[in-house]
């Protein structure tokens, strides 16, 4: 099988393009709003894009109505936001926080979440989010679809400060990943959780190599 998506549509009942790249993180992203709306919302195209320094990105499709996302909004007039992991155990918060709700309403008023507040910004975190980093705004990048709701706005941050809980942290210094249970983003209206991990190192590479696979910034 194969087609064109562009001129041609799906030949299966359900498009497969989004069950390809998978499993996907997801942006859990609080923010708030200029008039003080604090908002929170999952993103699945989110990504880091470098470590030295830390920087991510994430892109938002508007409306079918063509409105902007709240999320980028909010960080375009504030200059900031924050990165929650999404864990297992948070799932249904992180589902019933992706309702699309009148900008002036919070989606944190109807989860059953903790909030506390970042260091370089008042915006909402979630306490029992076991990783948070605080991220400061760069740009937005517009990309036009073929419609509304296919135009996206990219998002680009610097990753100012990161919170992890030390109960996460094994002996020898590394995150817990499995004992975190991050959910991610497959196709459809499915989900996957990581519960095991595995090491694999590149043969041959040097000291620098590993730093830089590793993310240490040499």
Not at 87 to 99: F, G, H, I, K
Not at 183 to 190: H, L, P, Q, S, V
Request: proline residues 9%; aromatic residues 10%.
């Amino acid at each position: 099988m194969k087609y064109s998506p562009g001129i041609e549509p799906s030949p299966l009942p359900y498009s497969p393009f989004k069950s390809c790249t998978v499993p996907r993180p997801i942006g859990w992203l609080s923010s708030v709003s200029r008039d003080g709306v604090e908002n929170i919302a999952p993103y699945s195209q989110w990504q880091n894009l470098t470590f030295d320094p830390p920087m991510v990105m994430f892109s938002a499709n508007q409306y079918p109505d063509g409105r902007r996302k709240d999320t980028v909004i909010n960080a375009e007039e504030t200059g900031w936001f924050v990165w929650n992991m999404a864990t297992y155990d948070l799932r249904e918060a992180v589902n019933l926080s992706a309702m699309a709700l009148p900008p002036q309403e919070s989606e944190f008023d109807r989860l059953k979440v903790t909030r506390e507040y970042a260091d370089n910004a008042p915006i909402p975190m979630v306490k029992e989010s076991p990783v948070k980093f605080e991220c400061r705004y760069i740009s937005t990048h517009r990309l036009r679809g073929n419609s509304d709701v296919g135009t996206i706005d990219v998002v680009f941050a610097s990753v100012e400060k990161i919170h992890i809980d030390d109960a996460i942290i094994t002996p020898d210094g590394k995150l817990d990943i499995a004992k975190v249970r991050p959910i991610a983003r497959m196709g459809y209206f499915d989900y996957a959780v990581i519960t095991e991990t595995f090491e694999m190192r590149v043969p041959g590479s040097d000291s620098a190599a590993q730093a830089g696979l590793e993310g240490r910034a040499g």
